[in-house]
């Protein structure tokens, strides 16, 4: 019989031709596999991308060993794989749940009538979700002359693997690519600034936003009006002052007044000078 696993009954019988007495025998055996299983491993199954579930009796296939020739590896005996995978550290997962990026080990066995093959493989977890980048929603201003890189109109950048991207610490990793020319902060104007955010994985998202590069004429005049702004308030509460009673008690309140606005005049030229050296 060629049936595994099955009892067989053999009788023999032994005859004694000259007294024509016969003996009988019966032998009982069992057919079972004596060859090691055999699993064969998917190559092109050992790659997932983060969040994907995996089924990792996709890996490999295994066979019993007792082959014939319409099976020469012999019966599927698939169902019967165990699989235990490990991170880079040797700490087994729980691989019924998403696993994060990364690669991993795979160790799968089969066992046979008491004899075992054992496969191990490197399981390819792939990070496919771009980084989020949020950058301001107004027009940037940047002082004439000031510093300016392409990181300054970014609030956040954050990656689901790599984490903060402003404040990453991967060795040898640049997130921020930009794709505009860099801004000449001595030549006033409008800027758009394009660029690009990686995470480490390579996966990448575009952003932009809008710079403004102050003219210092500008600048001087903006600042002119709120020092005219708050002159024309002293020279009002002087106005009010001056209104009160004769027995000197607002001298102290007018002499104050008079120092602020002295000190007003003195810091529109100051801010004039500055500016306009800076210009020039």
């Not at 024509?20 to 050992?46: E, G, H, M």
């Not at 040797?90 to 795979?106: C, H, K, N, Q, S």
Request: charged share 20%.
């Amino acid at each position: 019989g060629d049936k595994l696993n099955t009892n067989y009954v053999v009788r023999i019988d032994v005859t004694n031709k000259v007294t024509q007495s016969t003996s009988t025998i019966y032998l009982t055996y069992i057919v079972t596999d004596v060859r090691t299983p055999i699993i064969k491993l998917n190559n092109n199954a050992f790659f997932a991308t983060q969040g994907q579930e995996l089924k990792l009796y996709n890996l490999a296939t295994a066979t019993d060993g007792y082959g014939n020739k319409s099976m020469p590896y012999g019966n599927d005996i698939s169902p019967r794989l165990t699989f235990v995978v490990t991170d880079k550290n040797g700490a087994v997962l729980d691989y019924t749940r998403p696993l994060p990026a990364g690669r991993f080990t795979v160790v799968i066995t089969v066992e046979n009538q008491g004899r075992v093959d054992k496969k191990i493989g490197t399981l390819v977890v792939a990070d496919t979700e771009k980084p989020r980048v949020q950058v301001v929603d107004y027009i940037l201003k940047v002082p004439y002359g000031g510093e300016w890189t392409v990181t300054t109109g970014i609030l956040a950048a954050v990656d689901n693997n790599d984490g903060d991207l402003l404040r990453h610490n991967i060795p040898g990793f640049e997130p921020f690519v930009l794709l505009s020319d860099p801004i000449d902060t001595t030549k006033p104007g409008r800027y758009n600034v394009e660029f690009d955010v990686y995470d480490s994985s390579g996966n990448k998202v575009s952003a932009s936003y809008a710079v403004q590069v102050v003219d210092p004429l500008e600048d001087l005049q903006d600042r002119f009006d709120d020092i005219e702004d708050q002159l024309s308030d002293i020279q009002d509460s002087l106005v009010d002052q001056g209104g009160g009673d004769d027995t000197g008690g607002c001298q102290a309140p007018a002499s104050t007044a008079l120092v602020a606005f002295a000190s007003g005049i003195g810091l529109l030229a100051s801010v004039a000078f500055v500016v306009l050296r800076r210009k020039h």
